[in-house]
């Protein structure tokens, strides 16, 4: 009988231990970088690559990106005669939005305990804001380049014909 208590209570604590978590996941002092200069975030998956997905998911809950530019353009034209009323109006829009791309992350640490994989990942604050910088920069010149096409277009009359 005491036999049989020893052997549960071992099995009790190997099976306790083989589905908990690693100690290092959750635990901001086992971080093998500096916060400062790094976002860190915790993944946990059955595979490896949905533990990696999460850690990222966790990194960018962490970030906060609003970039909405709009560039509207409006040209009315209205001829009004005794015989004839006529209106043209033409609108175009550009709408830019910024998704996030994690351009410095990285794996720092992996365990599988059990059935899961455990992930710690890291991004570089410096890296990412040089990416991000980098892409606001090409978008920029793409809403530029919108902008002039459609002046273009207004001066040269292309909305009105294509209303016709």
Known sequence: MRYLATLLVALVLLSSSLFSDPK????SKAIPV??????????????YEDAVRNAQSDVASQL??????????V??????????NREKYSKSTIVTHVRQNLHGYETLKREKN?????VLGSLNKKRY????????QR??????????????????NEFFDSLQ
């Not at 975030?41 to 595979?47: C, E, P, T, V």
């Open 75 to 84: 040209d009315n034209e209205r001829f009004t005669s005794r015989f004839q």
């Open 34 to 47: 500096s916060i400062k200069k790094n976002i860190v975030g915790y993944g946990r998956g059955l595979s």
């Open 139 to 156: 978008d920029e010149k793409d809403i530029r380049r919108g902008i002039k096409t459609a002046e273009k277009s207004l001066e040269d």
């Open 114 to 118: 059990g059935d899961y994989y455990f």
């Open 24 to 27: 290092w996941y959750g635990n």
């Open 129 to 136: 804001t040089k990416a991000l910088k980098a892409t606001l």
């Open 64 to 73: 906060s990106i609003t970039v909405h530019s709009q560039v509207t353009l």
